[in-house]
């Protein structure tokens, strides 16, 4: 699961719709002793400046790996947008996903009026979507976002013992 | 010649967990040359076709070896080689 404060989703989303219709990326560093707490956003430029492709500029990266290891820090989340598809990750991303501990989070901006916000791991080329949880209320500046319902930790308690929707109630 | 070389996590399992090694060489293609005879496996992870692989950035000290040779990008005593990941992706 990722918890993540509301002031981060919103920094997140905000540079996306900035950022639209290129994708924006960026990072969420954290202290490097487990806790897998993110809490230093760091906003990236995208060196490709495409609609449909990011890359971390190289001496950006660079430097930004060196204050993350001055500061015993790890990159918690690393997030991009995907400005026309869904928020999941394509075979592109997959590829290039490399930090086996990062949630990789993306966010869709393809709808006008709310943004999709979705975490992941990607282990050695395997995806496993993971539940987001928000600490902290929306403010009025709050952008809108979508959780994706399937794994949301409230959803799935609301729904919980009602039975799968393939197998007919008794 | 000795240079350090910083090895990012997801290569570590080819260092026995070390964030960097020291190494000899001239040139990167001979410091991977270098660490590949002690720690198996790391080259096939950098170098492919005899090109430094799409998915990784090289630096020698503050300098991507891309702009400066690729792997005959040379290298000196006490330099610091360091390698990343790039971050990159997309929605292909």
Known sequence: ?170 | MAVTVSIPTILRTHTDGEKSVEASGKTVAQVIDDIESRHGGLKDRLVKDEKLHRFVNVYVNDEDVRFVGGLEAEVTDGDTVTILPAVAGGMR
């Open chain 1, 1 to 170: 699961m990722l918890r993540i404060r509301r002031d981060h989703v919103d920094a997140i989303v905000a540079h996306a719709r900035r950022d639209h219709p290129d994708e924006a990326c960026g990072v969420i560093a954290g202290p490097d002793d487990g806790s897998d707490t993110p809490e230093r956003y760091i906003p990236m430029v995208n060196a490709a400046r495409s609609p449909t492709f990011y890359e971390f500029d190289s001496g950006d990266l660079l430097k930004l790996y060196r204050e993350m290891a001055a500061n015993d820090e790890t990159p918690v989340v690393i997030y991009h947008s995907h400005t026309a598809t869904e928020a999941y990750p394509s075979r592109t991303d997959i590829s290039f996903a490399s930090e086996p501990f990062a949630h990789y989070v993306l966010v869709s901006t393809r709808e006008d009026d709310v943004a999709d916000f979705r975490s992941y791991r990607i282990v050695e080329g395997e995806v496993t979507e993971e539940p987001v949880q928000i600490v902290g209320e929306a403010g009025a500046e709050s952008p809108s976002i979508r959780l994706n319902p399937d794994v949301t930790p409230v959803e799935s308690y609301m729904f919980a013992n009602t039975g799968s929707d393939d197998v007919p109630d008794a």
